[in-house]
């Protein structure tokens, strides 16, 4: 991953993953994580996301 942002550096492009892609990860852990409190229950995933 950090050759490949790297190399959007150096290419002067935009990185195959970015921000939001890290906050949509965050967001399915997060919602793993309230599914396993509730015992393994259904949970929405952040609205806008």
């Known amino acids: 991953m ?7 550096i150096g290419g002067g492009r935009a990185p195959l993953t ?6 949509r990860v965050l967001d399915i852990l997060e919602a793993a994580s309230r599914s396993l ?13």
Do not use: P, T
């Open 18 to 23: 970015d921000g939001r892609a890290g906050l």
């Open 2 to 8: 950090v050759d490949e942002f790297a190399d959007a």
């Open 37 to 49: 409190e509730f015992r393994g229950a259904v949970v929405g995933l952040r609205a806008g996301h």
